[in-house]
């Protein structure tokens, strides 16, 4: 039986992510364990995974609304995979440096953006709107439980085979990925969409920041970002060199972030049906502080629980208001609306992996994380400062409907 789009853009989007969550285990052990290199070197290669979202994504933006969306998602799945794949190469001839681990994390980085502007505008093409919630969800889902196998495969795969050849499962997962995005659909290109490009990313910006949802959405998302952004860089640093864990415990500890999100994931229709999405995420929000906190205050039990209730928590968050943006935005403007939201949220990751790595190397790893650990107070801030505070759902234009419409749909 034929697969439908829906199910073509899915397979292809959780193969890439589990070799993607494999290869998430292997590269910071092959910078630790093959470069040996140090707190302050692994934010810079954390940085350089984000920063992309910085310099390109409001660009991104116009260029997924001006170009082929199916060209530009298997050509990021192509670049990927050779960058990826430099890696063992360079190994091989016994010329990998740090300076090239960076390379490929900036290139990666840059290819992330628009392949991931561009599939989420491809979404709402193949899905109708009655169902997006449903499908984000289980997008979302998916994506935890990469991140749940994920981790444990690669610590297991870096255990048997070596950090650096296990990179090459991330790179066979992109060229898959690849070959099921080539089978879908072309969307046509947009014949409206040649105004000059700066006044296109202006009038995605000013309709988010004007936006009483969608602004303080996106300073909430920056807030929780900033300090995944910290997570990235000293997660595997911490367990390491402060806990003193083997790679498959360290597979197996990242893996708490995989469960919490897939629970996360499972539980977001439901809570937000049973206190409403704006209520539910002033809860969520002050939930994830608590995990946060309790990330570096003890030993592998505090780390697993805490990141388990940190990442279930920024589920909630991730899942209501990407769909609330798929719903509410006008079709021209989507792309641009999705990448406004990364440019500022995610470009916060990249600024908090180099600050965590700079501020390890001079207070420590465990007080850093707990420095950070309070920042993440600044998301229900936000909420709680927002027009929707007083309000149990988010407003849709024209109704006083919750966002969340209907369970959640595993099939």
Request: glycine share 12%.
């Given at each position: 039986m034929e697969l439908t789009a829906?199910?073509?853009?899915?397979?292809?989007?959780?193969?890439?992510?589990?070799?993607?969550?494999?290869?998430?285990?292997?590269?910071?052990?092959?910078?630790?364990?093959?470069?040996h290199a140090s707190a302050f070197e692994m934010g810079l290669i954390s940085a350089a995974g984000y920063l992309a979202y910085l310099v390109i994504s409001l660009p991104a933006g116009v260029i997924v609304q001006r170009l082929p969306v199916r060209g530009i998602q298997v050509g990021a799945d192509l670049v990927r995979a050779v960058a990826v794949t430099s890696i063992p190469l360079a190994w091989w001839l016994d010329a990998l440096t740090v300076a090239q681990l960076v390379g490929v994390a900036l290139v990666m980085g840059f290819a992330d953006v628009l392949f991931a502007v561009a599939n989420q505008t491809f979404l709402p093409a193949i899905v109708p709107a009655e169902q997006l919630q449903a499908r984000n969800s289980l997008t979302s889902g998916t994506?935890?439980?990469?991140?749940?196998?994920?981790?444990?495969?690669?610590?297991?795969?870096?255990?048997?085979?070596?950090?650096?050849?296990?990179?090459?499962?991330?790179?066979?997962?992109?060229?898959?990925?690849?070959?099921?995005?080539?089978?879908?659909?072309?969307?046509?290109v947009d014949a409206g969409s040649r105004s000059p490009m700066f006044s296109q990313i202006r009038e995605g910006w000013h309709y988010v920041a004007r936006h009483p949802v969608m602004a303080p959405g996106m300073?909430?998302?920056?807030?929780?970002?900033?300090?995944?952004?910290?997570?990235?860089?000293?997660?595997?640093?911490?367990?390491?060199?402060?806990?003193?864990?083997?790679?498959?415990?360290?597979?197996?500890?990242?893996?708490?972030?995989?469960?919490?999100?897939?629970?996360?994931?499972?539980?977001?229709?439901?809570?937000?049906?049973?206190?409403?999405?704006?209520?539910?995420?002033?809860?969520?929000?002050?939930?994830?502080?608590?995990?946060?906190l309790l990330i570096p205050a003890g030993g592998y039990l505090a780390f697993a629980a805490g990141t388990l209730i940190f990442a279930g928590s920024v589920v909630v968050l991730s899942v209501t208001t990407r769909t609330y943006r798929m719903i509410v935005s006008p079709p021209e403007l989507l792309s641009r609306v999705i990448a406004t939201v990364r440019?500022?949220?995610?470009?916060?990751?990249?600024?908090?992996?180099?600050?965590?790595?700079?501020?390890?190397?001079?207070?420590?790893?465990?007080?850093?994380?707990f420095g950070f650990g309070l920042v993440t107070l600044c998301a229900p801030l936000f909420w709680l400062f927002s027009p929707v505070r007083r309000e149990r759902d988010l407003p849709l234009p024209g109704s006083s409907a919750s966002v969340v419409q209907g369970p959640v749909v595993p099939q």
């Amino acid at each position: 039986m034929e697969l439908t789009a829906f199910w073509r853009w899915w397979t292809a989007g959780t193969t890439s992510g589990l070799g993607t969550a494999v290869g998430g285990v292997a590269l910071p052990l092959t910078a630790l364990t093959v470069l040996h290199a140090s707190a302050f070197e692994m934010g810079l290669i954390s940085a350089a995974g984000y920063l992309a979202y910085l310099v390109i994504s409001l660009p991104a933006g116009v260029i997924v609304q001006r170009l082929p969306v199916r060209g530009i998602q298997v050509g990021a799945d192509l670049v990927r995979a050779v960058a990826v794949t430099s890696i063992p190469l360079a190994w091989w001839l016994d010329a990998l440096t740090v300076a090239q681990l960076v390379g490929v994390a900036l290139v990666m980085g840059f290819a992330d953006v628009l392949f991931a502007v561009a599939n989420q505008t491809f979404l709402p093409a193949i899905v109708p709107a009655e169902q997006l919630q449903a499908r984000n969800s289980l997008t979302s889902g998916t994506h935890a439980a990469t991140e749940l196998g994920g981790p444990s495969l690669g610590g297991f795969a870096v255990q048997i085979l070596g950090a650096v050849p296990t990179l090459l499962v991330d790179a066979v997962s992109y060229l898959i990925s690849a070959a099921f995005l080539r089978t879908l659909p072309a969307r046509p290109v947009d014949a409206g969409s040649r105004s000059p490009m700066f006044s296109q990313i202006r009038e995605g910006w000013h309709y988010v920041a004007r936006h009483p949802v969608m602004a303080p959405g996106m300073w909430a998302a920056t807030a929780v970002n900033f300090v995944n952004g910290a997570h990235h860089a000293l997660f595997a640093f911490y367990l390491v060199r402060d806990l003193h864990a083997a790679p498959v415990l360290v597979g197996v500890l990242l893996a708490a972030d995989g469960l919490g999100s897939l629970i996360g994931a499972a539980l977001t229709t439901r809570f937000t049906g049973r206190f409403g999405t704006a209520r539910g995420l002033i809860i969520a929000g002050f939930t994830g502080v608590a995990g946060a906190l309790l990330i570096p205050a003890g030993g592998y039990l505090a780390f697993a629980a805490g990141t388990l209730i940190f990442a279930g928590s920024v589920v909630v968050l991730s899942v209501t208001t990407r769909t609330y943006r798929m719903i509410v935005s006008p079709p021209e403007l989507l792309s641009r609306v999705i990448a406004t939201v990364r440019f500022v949220s995610w470009g916060a990751i990249p600024i908090g992996g180099l600050l965590a790595g700079a501020l390890a190397g001079l207070i420590g790893t465990r007080a850093t994380l707990f420095g950070f650990g309070l920042v993440t107070l600044c998301a229900p801030l936000f909420w709680l400062f927002s027009p929707v505070r007083r309000e149990r759902d988010l407003p849709l234009p024209g109704s006083s409907a919750s966002v969340v419409q209907g369970p959640v749909v595993p099939q």
